[in-house]
């Protein structure tokens, strides 16, 4: 079996409170306050290979949204050595602004995402307003492109994208959100993206507060607990929790990594 080194990439950050990230805050009977997020990729290192797990935000879907950039995606790509022009597989877990903003550092790269995920922001509601916030119109459209080009890899529930990385559609946050389980040296890792932003998200049943479907959104919840307690999954990482990077050894404020190089 093909083992895997995980790199976190921190590019970003911002403050806010706990009543914009958590769904109806005010029903759990608790004061608002301040809470952080950072904004993550991932690189995959196996033999030979690397696989790089969404893209991050680009510079205008940052500055729309008044996010700060610690580090451009594509100076942290260039400085792990990933190399772009070879085309490495992409993950999309979902299409998120801030998942999706440099697709185009990756003109030769195929392109996985869940077919869901594909077919309701190229669909007709992915323009109502409470969902299309999240999203920036022209990175569709390079998708849309990318499809066009043959480099689409839609897949329904779950695909092996090479030994050792598998694929999972779960869904809640966004129609196709997708996890990734990845064989590493030191256990399997699930790179949980959006499917858990924060550890406390996970561990309280606490939903966040951009959600295509509730009830997925729980079960989502549930079933990465069933991985992680039958031992399916050993390291659980969210998409946007600030402890991650040191709770997996992280000292410079950008990279942690999981497992040996291969």
Do not use: C
């Not at 608002?32 to 196996?46: A, E, Q, S, T």
């Not at 990385?165 to 990734?180: E, F, K, M, N, W």
């Not at 549930?222 to 307690?229: K, L, S, T, Y």
């Amino acid at each position: 079996m093909q083992r895997w080194q995980v790199v976190i990439v921190r590019y970003g950050t911002r403050q806010t409170v706990r009543s914009d990230v958590y769904l109806n805050h005010h029903l759990y009977g608790e004061p608002d306050g301040p809470i952080g997020m950072d904004y993550f990729f991932w690189v995959l290192r196996g033999t030979g290979r690397t696989i790089v797990v969404d893209t991050g935000f680009s510079a205008a879907g940052g500055a729309n949204r008044k996010r700060t950039t610690l580090i451009e995606p594509a100076a942290a790509l260039d400085a792990l050595g990933v190399d772009r022009a070879a085309g490495p597989p992409v993950v999309v877990t979902h299409a998120h602004y801030d998942h999706i903003g440099n697709l185009g550092l990756f003109p030769m790269s195929p392109v996985s995402i869940a077919r869901a995920e594909y077919d309701f922001w190229t669909g007709p509601y992915a323009n109502r307003t409470l969902l299309h916030h999240s999203v920036e119109d022209d990175e569709i459209a390079h998708l849309r492109q990318v499809e066009s080009e043959g480099r689409l890899r839609p897949f329904a529930d779950e695909a092996v994208l090479a030994p050792g990385v598998r694929l999972i559609r779960l869904g809640g946050h966004t129609p196709g959100q997708t996890v990734v389980l990845v064989d590493t040296s030191a256990g399997p890792v699930l790179l949980a993206s959006d499917a858990v932003h924060y550890y406390e998200e996970y561990q309280r049943s606490m939903p966040f507060t951009q959600v295509a479907n509730l009830i997925d959104m729980y079960a989502g919840f549930e079933r990465i607990r069933g991985m992680v307690d039958s031992g399916e999954v050993r390291y659980l990482v969210p998409g946007h929790d600030p402890a991650t990077l040191a709770r997996f050894g992280g000292t410079d404020g950008t990279y942690a990594t999981i497992g040996e190089a291969p």
